[in-house]
């Protein structure tokens, strides 16, 4: 039996529906990219956290500055548009500290835990674990929290450019001059 038939006896009796399928198949691309970029390891992760090594910094950065520079030159030419979220400024805080507390604990994200769990690494299991709990937790007490939590201190469907009434290509043009020179100067020495 080849591998292909074993795939496709997997999937018939799995019951998998085609996009169900392919989210396996990016997630897996995605997570094999993790490690092999070593953007999944932890000890990585935690010298990015401590400034002592900028791998994982220099590549996000990459990513977001790429990312910004072709969602702006989409969006200017009418071939991508936005599904802007309401700024709510204390949530976001609460979630991305708590978010931020595991992963310097840790040194793993939701992306990378998975990742290297499905590697097989115990600490991710872990990790993973903790981080269902956490959302577990979240869902419980949301109802409690968010809610009143929201009305503090939202600016609504907004953007940066929308709210400080400036054009966008300031920003994307800030941003990539700021960022650039933040590579340039993390840059790996010879």
């Not at 994200?109 to 937790?137: E, H, K, N, Q, Y």
Request: with cysteine.
């Amino acid at each position: 039996m080849n591998v292909l038939s074993e795939i496709q006896t997997f999937i018939s009796i799995a019951g998998l529906s085609q996009t169900q399928i392919l989210a396996l198949g990016v997630g897996g691309a995605f997570g094999m990219a993790l490690i092999l970029s070593e953007l999944a390891d932890p000890d990585r992760i935690i010298g990015t956290l401590r400034l002592k090594d900028f791998h994982a910094m220099r590549t996000i950065a990459m990513f977001v500055l790429t990312s910004m520079v072709g969602v702006w030159v989409l969006t200017e030419a009418g071939l991508a548009n936005f599904s802007i979220k309401p700024a709510v400024m204390i949530p976001v805080a609460v979630g991305g500290g708590l978010m931020g507390f595991g992963f310097g604990m840790t040194g793993f994200c939701p992306g990378t835990g998975l990742a290297c769990a499905a590697a097989g690494r115990g600490d991710a299991w872990i990790s993973v674990l903790g981080m269902f709990l956490g959302a577990l937790a979240f869902i419980v007490l949301w109802p409690y929290i968010v809610p009143p939590l929201s009305e503090i201190w939202n600016y609504g469907k907004t953007t940066i450019p929308v709210f400080t009434k400036t054009p966008a290509y300031y920003w994307v043009g800030g941003t990539v001059l700021v960022g650039g020179l933040i590579l340039f100067l993390t840059r790996p020495g010879k």
